[in-house]
């Protein structure tokens, strides 16, 4: 991605209830629609111990127990995004943690009804993203550049 306002990478996890319901894609292409750039994708079937890894700051919450079985009940589809400001602008496109509370036009206010089905994960901050992609993405990720990035993320015309 070229240089410019605060080019970020953030973690997505597309959840089970997401991958289950076939609107995977349809969520996936709302962020590319944005110009949040794909930097790497993958499809698996998330283990007890990656999710209790995944899951380990909220660990002796009431919840805990409930977050390592949803997203280790199916497959799921985890990506890392990359562009200007992306954390941000992933964390206001996903929406309110809890879909009664999410606004209409965010992924969770258009798709989800309840709780623990809240379709998406997201990265909170810089720190959290770079640990989550760590942890999902072991090998790295995929370097490319697209021409288009001229066009959606720099502030300067191009020349």
């Excluded at 990656?50 to 899951?55: D, I, N, S, T, V």
């Excluded at 009664?100 to 798709?111: F, V």
Aim: hydrophobic share 45%.
């Amino acid at each position: 991605m070229t240089d410019g306002a605060n080019v970020q990478r953030t973690l997505v996890i597309l959840k089970p209830d997401a991958v289950q319901r076939g609107i995977s894609g349809e969520i996936l292409a709302r962020f590319e629609r944005r110009g949040l750039r794909i930097a790497s994708l993958r499809l698996l079937k998330v283990d007890r111990a990656m999710a209790e890894k995944h899951y380990e700051i909220h660990k002796g919450k009431f919840f805990y127990e409930d977050l390592v079985k949803v997203i280790s009940a199916s497959p799921v589809i985890a990506f890392v995004l990359e562009g200007p400001n992306a954390i941000a602008v992933v964390r206001a496109m996903v929406g309110a943690t809890r879909p009664h509370e999410a606004a209409p036009g965010t992924i969770r206010g258009d798709y989800a009804l309840v709780g623990l089905r809240n379709l998406v994960h997201a990265s909170d901050a810089p720190e959290t993203a770079e640990s989550e992609i760590k942890l999902w993405f072991p090998s790295g990720l995929v370097a490319y550049t697209r021409d288009i990035e001229k066009w959606m993320s720099e502030d300067k015309a191009p020349s």
